[in-house]
């Protein structure tokens, strides 16, 4: 079984790189982006509620709802932070500074989660290894982001205002992090991955649907609904394998090699997706800096995972 967890979780990563692709298009044609989060969880939902009507053993003993946290349930919403951060901000700090600050906070906080133990994960201490490793990651996507170039849409001068979001967009990316380890710990309450999944992603989509609600301007016109195709939708089926395999798998290979793998997966589909513009992605053609930048991203995971087995 530990044999195939490695590919699955890069298996996740590319298809949530995938996702977001998807989210981008479905958000272009919904128009209200908190009306097209709530259009791609929704699927999810239906989806994990069939499996857990399908496959509902194993069933939660009478005291497993008692040893869940009262945050656990919030793991899908933690995770989902930085998806909120990209739909309220990307216009106002810029594509490349959004995805850099994300990945970084996401990196530094699995590695905090691995070495002190922190929502149930087994303490790890202090490993240099590791943490080298994450340095190294961090160099690798700061030039992934600085090889796209810069955008058409980027503003020159961001202003204090932007300068004021950076510390934001660090917490959305740890809260990433954060999100899958609470994932997995209420798996290990309910013991049924299908019904843990399914409760993670009920916040989720009420949160989003309460948003719309509240801010429901602007509305997206008859023709616009109907230029969804059917396959739009699936923007959150696709990227949720992260998370199921997160409730699967971060509490074995630890959170710093899981989301490490799933961000390495992750930055090289997304490169091949914009050096190819699929999904309606404005064509970026790989240069130097972008390859040398994943090659770094790779060899950080690397030490990432060696350290943790030493």
């Known amino acids: 079984m530990l044999a195939l967890t ?90 490349g500074p959004l995805n850099g600050l994300t990945v970084t906070g996401n990196i530094l906080a699995s590695l905090a989660l691995d070495c002190f133990g922190l929502l149930g994960l087994p303490a790890g201490g202090f490993r240099p290894l590791p943490w080298i490793g994450g340095a190294v990651m961090i160099v690798g996507v700061i030039a992934i982001t600085l090889g796209a170039g810069k955008k058409d849409d980027d503003e020159e001068d961001k202003g204090i205002a932007g300068k004021l979001l950076f510390p934001f967009i660090l917490v959305c990316g740890a809260l990433q992090a954060v999100g899958a380890a609470l994932n997995a710990e209420l798996r290990q309450a309910v013991t049924n991955p299908w019904l843990a999944a399914d409760l993670s992603f009920v916040p989720v989509a009420s949160l989003f649907l309460l948003i719309f609600i509240l801010r429901p301007m602007p509305l997206p016109t008859r023709d616009d609904v109907a230029s969804v195709k059917w396959w739009m939708p699936t923007a959150g089926l696709v990227g949720a394998l992260a998370v199921f395999t997160g409730l699967l798998f971060i509490d074995k290979v630890g959170a710093g090699v899981f989301n490490g793998l799933l961000i390495t997966a992750n930055l090289i589909t997304a490169v091949v997706l914009d050096h190819f513009g699929w999904f309606g992605l404005p064509k970026t053609p790989t240069t130097k800096l972008r390859l040398a930048g994943l090659v770094v991203t790779v060899i950080g995971i690397l030490l990432i995972s060696v350290g943790k087995g030493s």
């Open 6 to 95: 490695y590919p699955l979780i890069v298996l996740s990563g590319i298809f949530q790189a995938m996702g977001a692709a998807l989210s981008g298009l479905l958000r272009q044609k919904l128009v209200n982006p908190w009306l097209a989060a709530f259009v791609a969880f929704l699927p999810i939902l239906l989806v994990l509620t069939l499996c857990v009507l399908a496959m509902p053993f194993p069933l939660p003993e009478a005291n497993s709802f008692a040893k869940i946290h009262w945050y656990d349930a919030f793991g899908g919403v933690a995770g989902s932070a930085a998806v909120l951060a990209g739909l309220l901000l990307v216009q106002k700090i810029g594509s």
